[in-house]
């Protein structure tokens, strides 16, 4: 990602002052130097915050007491963005933010008031970086930390502040905190390019089908348990089939019959028509035949009634699509209508009756067109204004004829309970006929069920489905190739490290030999002596973590800067990288104005300043380095690539001396 600082602003509490401008150099290595006590440990707190931090660092009293708003103006390979924030409330940091975009920005004198949030900015830079939107696992993913990667987490790539540059146990902007080191470990695979967004796609959709398919197997086998039982009692099932006279009285259930078989018996039971079985001539005997007449004359009225009620259905679906036709046309006919005044009014008229010219010779014929379409549109309108009266006598008939149904099913119910109360053995007949019911719809759901779990069933289709969409998935996710990827790009980075350390003040030994950088720990690994791997905690001496550091951090903006697309920001700040030095120079003469390097810590100080400008160089400023120093320009001023921003001595600091004066 291609996003250089341009400027830092600070707007004064007091208007009249006028911003407060500090310009950096784009594609090399910008250094403020200064004394202590000066603001230049504010620097990186206040990018920080500008670029949306959820808290603010910058020093209190001086600073704050006398800056209203802080900005940066950034520039991208297509535009420049200025972004303000408003100074933090108290404890609280601002949620007011001014945010312009363009080609060429200009810096205002003062910010009047904000026009944006906290979270739109964040969703902008979001959307700057090319950051994904996608979590790392599905939205049901019990593992911590799989949130989204946003740009705020990529600030632990670009800043090394004063603690961080020579720490030997963090590596990493705000890694201390454990929320910020574990979402970095997740993300840094996709970081350096070892993951891409078709990865992640296929991996969220592998997240749902996995769900999808525990649940489904979890059926399967609730189902497959259920059927074990259907099948180890449809002995049972087919004697009561028997006892009704559904199959043959010498039918005799096949030892070991296979599944299928008992699926297409049980099939052939249901063929007979569930309203009326055929019972047998000795069942017809015991059976009450006046029992059996009223019982088909039942049938023959509900057949009756549900015939009746799917007509009275009918037309009222057909009543309401006729008035929403009518309502629509006349829609259309009051649209239409002007086109009647205006032929009306073309006809008393020599000029168009539209723009007063008398010059458009077709302008009656088009209004005559649009007319002759109003007069069919109204005439369609008028069909349909009112319901037929055919609908009406239609209806009005069949509700009649429902009645008079309704009317003889209840009175031939009431004749039923009579015959039932006469008659035990009637009744007996009947509640026998209604236990036959209860038991084939039972069969014929316990059929359903069973055929879902065989071959061709649908749950066995939809499991070989999902199977097959995650066989593809993984081989899509293929962790065994992110695996790979990751560690050949690591292995990039440690070369690209390993040749930085050559002109920095790090032991010979660590120099032979790439350090290796542990994605779980967040930290480096050296080899000592004995042939075995050590972390970089355990590495004597601060000028080897410095080194460590400044090396890393190169190697990694130089690998970004040469992958295709990184949402890492091109740029990277170091705050007081001399600190483990302190280095102090010594001039021969004043006319002369040089100094004169006698001193191993001065050299080691100017391999810092010549490891970053060649990496600059090397990248043709791709990269852009901002250094934060006491270290005067006696020990970079002949180094190409570095550019001195500003000297913060003799009274001049980051905040002028007239704001609080």
Not at 223 to 243: D, F, P, T, Y
Not at 362 to 386: G, L, N, W
Request: net charge negative; glycine share 6%.
């Amino acid at each position: 990602m291609q996003l250089q600082l341009i400027k830092l602003i600070i707007w004064p509490k007091v208007r009249s002052y006028g911003p407060r401008i500090i310009t950096f150099k784009k594609g090399c290595v910008n250094v403020i130097t200064g004394g202590s006590r000066t603001g230049k440990s504010a620097i990186i707190p206040i990018i920080d915050y500008c670029l949306a931090s959820s808290e603010c660092q910058i020093p209190i009293d001086t600073i704050r007491d006398h800056s209203a708003w802080y900005g940066l103006l950034l520039e991208t390979d297509t535009e420049q963005v200025l972004l303000a924030r408003r100074g933090p409330e108290g404890r609280d940091a601002s949620d007011h933010f001014y945010l312009m975009r363009g080609k060429l920005l200009s810096i205002p004198p003062f910010i009047e008031e904000a026009n944006e949030k906290t979270e739109s900015v964040k969703h902008m830079l979001n959307t700057l970086s090319g950051t994904p939107y996608f979590r790392l696992g599905a939205a049901d993913d019990p593992r911590p930390y799989q949130e989204r990667l946003s740009f705020r987490d990529l600030m632990a790539l670009v800043f090394q502040s004063q603690e961080v540059v020579a720490n030997q146990n963090i590596l990493f902007y705000k890694t201390h905190a454990h929320e910020h080191r574990e979402r970095l470990k997740n993300w840094l695979p996709y970081i350096l390019g070892a993951e891409n967004l078709e990865v992640l796609t296929a991996r969220q959709r592998l997240g749902v089908v996995q769900a999808k398919l525990a649940q489904l197997r979890r059926e399967h086998q609730k189902l497959k348990a259920v059927s074990s039982s259907w099948i180890s009692n449809m002995e049972g099932h087919l004697q009561i089939a028997k006892r009704y006279g559904l199959v043959d009285e010498s039918y005799e259930v096949p030892k070991d019959a296979a599944p299928e078989d008992l699926i297409q018996t049980a099939k052939e039971i249901l063929e007979v028509r569930l309203e009326r079985p055929t019972p047998s001539s000795q069942q017809m005997d015991q059976a009450t035949k006046k029992l059996l007449e009223l019982e088909k004359e039942e049938d023959e009225l509900s057949d009756e009634i549900s015939l009746a009620r799917k007509r009275l259905d009918d037309i009222a679906r057909l009543k309401s699509g006729f008035t929403a036709y009518g309502g629509a046309a006349r829609r259309r006919a009051d649209r239409l209508q002007i086109s009647q005044w205006l032929e009306a009014i073309g006809k008393e008229a020599q000029e168009c009756p539209l723009c007063g010219e008398a010059k458009h010779e077709k302008s009656r014929d088009e209004i005559r067109k649009i007319a002759r379409v109003f007069e069919t549109v109204e005439e369609e309108a008028s069909r349909t204004s009112e319901i037929p009266t055919s609908f009406v006598r239609e209806e009005t008939t069949l509700k009649t004829r429902l009645e008079s149904v309704l009317g003889r099913r209840k009175a031939l119910g009431n004749r039923i309970d009579k015959v039932l109360a006469e008659n035990k053995e009637a009744k007996a007949q009947f509640d026998r006929r209604q236990s036959m019911f209860f038991f084939l719809g039972h069969l014929k759901a316990s059929v359903d069920t069973f055929q879902s779990l065989l071959a061709g069933g649908e749950i066995a289709k939809e499991l070989a489905l999902l199977e097959e969409d995650e066989r593809n998935l993984l081989k899509q996710v293929d962790p065994q190739g992110v695996l790979r990827r990751l560690e050949a790009a690591l292995g990039i980075v440690a070369q690209k490290a390993l040749k930085r350390l050559d002109t920095l003040d790090a032991e010979e030994k660590y120099k032979r030999i790439a350090p290796r950088f542990s994605v779980s720990d967040l930290s480096l690994k050296v080899l000592s002596n004995d042939g075995h791997w050590h972390f970089l905690a355990e590495v004597g001496s601060a000028s080897n973590w410095l080194s460590f550091h400044i090396a890393f951090v190169c190697a990694l903006h130089e690998f970004f800067g040469e992958q295709s697309e990184s949402c890492v920001p091109s740029f990277a700040v170091f705050d007081q990288p001399s600190q483990v030095y302190f280095p102090k120079t010594t001039r021969t003469s004043e006319s002369e104005d040089k100094s004169q390097y006698d001193d191993e810590d001065v050299r080691a100080v100017i391999g810092i300043f010549k490891t970053l400008a060649d990496s600059v160089r090397e990248q043709k400023g791709k990269w852009q380095c901002i250094v934060l120093d006491h270290a005067r320009d006696e020990i970079y001023g002949a180094i190409e690539e570095v550019h001195e921003v500003e000297v913060w001595r003799d009274g001049k600091k980051l905040i002028p001396v007239h704001w609080y004066s």
